[in-house]
């Protein structure tokens, strides 16, 4: 989200319409880097609620997971979406 965000940011500043691939491209790479750094935490956070047994194991996992996960590719989508925009009409 921090890279997509901060690249769309600029191009819009500078009023440059990047490609699909372009703009589209750095949502890929936030999913990327957020499902890779979900992976490496997983562990960790799985061996804590392992042992644990009853609802609130699935309303942790929606927090750590899927909640964080549509914050960054919505955020993402937007941003990749607004640099795409075009006034032309």
Known sequence: MILSRTIARRRVAAGIRPSWFEAWGLVMIDAVLFFTI??????????????SQGA?????????????????LITSAMWAAKSRWSDEG
């Open 56 to 72: 609130w194991v699935y309303a942790a996992l929606f927090a750590i997971y899927f909640v964080p996960m549509q914050i960054v």
């Open 38 to 51: 979900a992976g490496l935490s997983a562990p960790l956070i799985m061996g804590g609620l392992a042992a």
